[in-house]
């Protein structure tokens, strides 16, 4: 699935600015993607959703954002002006984020917000608009997209809207989709119907993606690769396949802490954090 | 004090492990101030209120002469100088004393109105925010009937019918200055009604009365601190608006609009007879209003949450 | 054994919406229930009816031996508590963990308070150093094990635990769930736990009721849940979703 360098991170760093001083949320990540599923995975405060964002270019703008290499296709993310970075943004990177509720617009219909999307970026006629953002509804496996199309997202359910997002995202062919724990807010059920349009949809247009989530055995059982990381800093790279001879303790803790049915374990192991991980 | 027991004082009270209530507490009072003696406008305005508070305090100290009685004979509506700094007025008395003690009047009135006015808006406001239903509804007509009156016109009725004097003139316009507090009451006690915290202690079977006193009214005091400092000027200006009608303090009383007030005969003639008490009520406005600023900053309980 | 709690046909109606439709359940003493569910389907709901939070249109619910009427007296909260799911929404702002646990206490008019609050916050694993702390100063596995010891003060027969843990990163997770066993063992108390994570409930319960759209979904036991011996399609559903994604 991969070869060709999609996206290549190298050494990325993410600095705020506090009260008490500077505060490093991602401090020197790397690894590069092709045309396959990366999963970032880490607790909260792990700087996962911030090397996401840096990538997308949504870093609050008191923070400052280094790297020796940001580059997707070959074109510097760091040194390209922010008109340029804001047609890349949504035309060929895409993001999801977990809550529907708040990253679409309450005051417009769903279909509206799609063509909107599309015709930013690209010269089409309104009808011809219309007929793709509802080929999109369609193949996110909305049944009536006509009448979904028509809809406003707080007359939809979670995941539903969560399946609208993903069309807007994607009515533009991106090449590149981070999806920041896209279905954390959805139901267990329903969380693997919409990953299982986004890994059809994944696959069958050849995108990269980036899945952001704090669940390692969701992660794993969906990606081709995990990156593990705690405290601003990539702790493990490795194969989803291979994921049960991870090296590192915290990677083997996350894995290990989770209540499993049919594997009786009282008390649960806990994860006994060292600090030589953060170093 | 070394450098270093200041920097090993801001330690303890930044810390996030506090010890004891007391440095918990003292912990909370110092980053509020941090806060609040960021913005520079508000030490200003700090200055000013303490300034006040001096004047008040010492008027007797500070003030060379009667502010009451005047030298008739030989001292009527004298411009500014050396022996009168502002001039004196058409009864021969001292401005500069009248002012300095005007200072006392105007403290009585601004800190009598906040007393009555603001826990009566903060009573009102937070049961009927928190008991809901026709509680709520009958305690909110009756705010909305007294928002729905002018203030000045409102307070005016009521000295009118109380009887002119610098007392009734406090009442009137505590009567008049609850509804927006208890308005603010219940908009805060509605956000924080039905949070967990607040569920949290009604399970654990604490009377309505209990939850209202010590888990909500805390939470609404530091925007009803912000907006009565916020109004205090206003407060002043109705004050000094009452006094100018005649129907607030009464002569000789040294109050600033009264002051005004019989300064307008000779405004364009004798000029400072008026402007001395008017650049008064000037500067302690905009005192107070610079000190409400920098309280929204230090207490907004939105930023105290993180 | 006897009954800790028994729900019969329990009915909530918000707004004309029916919340729940005739739920019945029975909590034995001592044991650990769990209600397992998705949004909607009335899991949390139940646990507020029974605390008082949530109105009951029909339907009676007994808590040991006590038929409850509309209103609860204080000494069912003495019997009864419940521990939130947000453990950010669930302390008050203003409030220290000392003020925060005094305030059963004093709502009570127990003495002993001292002894008593520093016995909560090492029970929970806090210990001393967090008595004066505000909630902002705490992480949010710890606020959750002040929300805990909150629950504990009173020395309740049941508690009631609503998510408990799904706010929480993985490893904090198993921190408060072995918490939670711990001072179940040694309390003997009666657990009645809502979640929408069929691992957590299996691993935490010895029953489990399947909750869908207000209604009972079935009844099992967690060794019946292990062993895919269920009956309802919905729950096959549940836990083939708890496996995790499985490409086709």
């Known amino acids: 699935m991969s070869g060709e360098t999609l996206l290549d991170v190298d050494d990325l760093r993410v600095t705020f600015p506090t009260r008490t001083g500077l ?77 529907p509720k708040y990253s679409l617009d309450p005051v417009m219909t769903i279909g509206r917000q799609i063509v909107e999307t599309l015709r930013t970026h690209e010269k089409v006629s309104r009808s011809e608009a ?51 724990e896209p279905t954390s807010a959805l139901d267990v059920t329903v969380q693997l119907d ?26 794993s059982s969906f990606c081709d690769r995990v990156v593990v990381m705690y405290a601003g800093k990539v702790v493990e790279q490795i194969k989803a396949s291979e994921l049960r001879d991870a090296q590192h303790p915290y990677t083997r803790g996350l894995l290990n802490c989770m209540p499993r049915i049919g594997f009786e374990r009282h008390p649960l192991p806990v994860l006994d954090r060292k600090p030589e991980w953060a170093a | 004090m070394s450098a270093e027991t200041i920097q090993s004082r801001r330690e303890w009270l930044l810390s996030d492990r506090p010890a004891s209530r007391l440095q918990a507490r003292l912990g909370r009072a110092y980053v509020a101030w941090r806060r609040f003696s960021a913005n520079r406008l508000a030490l200003v305005g700090m200055l000013i209120i303490i300034g006040l508070l001096v004047v008040a305090a010492f008027a007797d100290v500070l003030a060379p002469y009667s502010p009451t009685i005047g030298d008739l004979k030989n001292a009527r509506l004298l411009p500014p100088g050396t022996a009168h700094w502002f001039g004196t007025d058409d009864l021969g008395r001292d401005i500069y004393s009248r002012i300095v003690y005007g200072a006392r009047w105007t403290l009585y009135v601004v800190i009598l109105v906040a007393i009555i006015a603001a826990p009566i808006g903060l009573l009102v406001g ?64 509605l956000t924080v009604r039905n949070s967990d915290y607040i569920k949290a202690v009604q399970l654990m079977g604490a009377s309505p009365f209990r939850i209202v006193l010590r888990h909500i009214m805390p939470l609404c005091i530091s925007s009803l601190i912000i907006r009565v400092t916020l109004d205090m000027a206003g407060i002043i200006l109705t004050a000094a608006g009452l006094g100018f009608l005649g129907l607030g303090a009464q002569p000789p009383l040294p109050e600033w609009g009264a002051m005004i007030a019989s300064g307008r005969r000779f405004i364009l003639d004798q000029w400072w007879v008026a402007a001395a008490p008017g650049a008064a009520i000037l500067i302690v406005s905009l005192g107070f209003n610079l000190l409400g600023d920098g309280l929204r900053d230090a207490l907004d309980p939105r930023s105290g949450d993180q | ?21 005739g739920v019945s359940l ?212 549940l836990l083939r979703a708890s496996e995790g994604f499985v490409r086709v």
């Open chain 3, 1 to 21: 054994m006897t009954a800790s709690i028994t729900v019969e046909g329990l009915e909530v109606v918000f707004d004309r919406f029916r919340v729940l439709k």
């Open chain 1, 194 to 219: 919409v990953l299982k349009i986004l890994d059809k949809l994944v696959a069958e247009r050849g995108m990269g993606l980036i899945f952001i989530s704090h669940d390692l055995r969701l992660v």
């Open chain 3, 26 to 237: 029975d909590v034995r003493e001592g044991e650990s229930y769990g209600l397992v569910g998705e949004s909607g389907s009335g899991k949390s709901t139940l646990l507020r009816a029974i605390t008082g939070l949530a109105p009951v249109a029909s339907g009676t619910i007994t808590v040991n031996g006590k038929t409850l009427g509309k209103t609860r007296d204080k000494a069912f909260y003495r019997d009864v508590q419940m521990v939130f799911q947000d453990p950010y929404g669930s302390l008050h702002p203003r409030q220290t963990v000392d003020r925060l646990l005094q305030e059963p206490l004093a709502i009570h008019g127990i003495a002993d308070g001292e002894k008593r609050i520093e016995r909560a916050l090492d029970e929970v694993g806090l210990g001393k150093g967090f008595r004066f702390r505000y909630a902002h100063q705490l992480s949010g596995g710890q606020r959750q094990r002040v929300a805990i010891a909150r629950a504990l003060i009173l020395e309740p027969s049941v508690l009631l635990l609503d998510e408990p843990t799904s706010a929480l990163d993985a490893s904090v997770q198993a921190e408060v769930l072995n918490l939670l066993e711990e001072v179940r063992r040694r309390r003997k108390l009666t657990f009645l736990m809502v979640s929408h994570d069929l691992a957590i409930i299996t691993h935490m319960c010895e029953r489990l009721m399947v909750m869908q759209n207000g209604e009972a979904v079935e009844t099992l036991t967690a060794s019946q849940l292990i062993g895919h011996r269920v009956s309802e399609d919905y729950t096959r559903n």
């Open chain 2, 126 to 189: 937070t049961i009927a925010g928190y008991a809901g239903g026709w509680t709520d509804t009958i305690l909110m007509r009756i705010t909305d009937i007294f928002l729905a009156f002018p203030k000045l016109v409102l307070a005016l009725a009521f000295v009118a019918a109380l009887g002119p004097g610098i007392e009734n003139a406090v009442l009137a316009i505590a009567i008049t200055s609850w509804p927006p507090y208890a308005r603010i009451a219940r908009a805060e006690t």
């Open chain 1, 23 to 99: 505060v490093q949320a991602v401090r020197g990540v790397s690894f590069s993607l092709g045309r396959e599923r990366l999963g970032i995975v880490g607790e909260s405060g792990s700087g996962k959703s911030q090397t996401g964002r840096a990538i997308m270019g949504l870093t609050p703008p008191q923070a400052e954002v280094s790297a020796k290499k940001l580059a997707f296709d070959g074109i510097d993310l760091l040194s390209v002006s922010s008109r340029e970075r804001r047609a890349l943004r949504g035309n060929r990177i895409a993001m999801i984020l977990q809550d």
């Open chain 1, 130 to 180: 219309r007929e793709r953002a509802l080929a999109m509804l369609q193949a996110v496996q909305i049944r009536d997209p006509a009448r979904v199309f028509d809809l406003y997202p707080h007359e939809v359910s979670g995941g539903m809207g969560q399946r609208a997002m993903i069309a807007m995202m994607l009515v533009t062919g991106p090449e590149l989709m981070i999806a920041d």
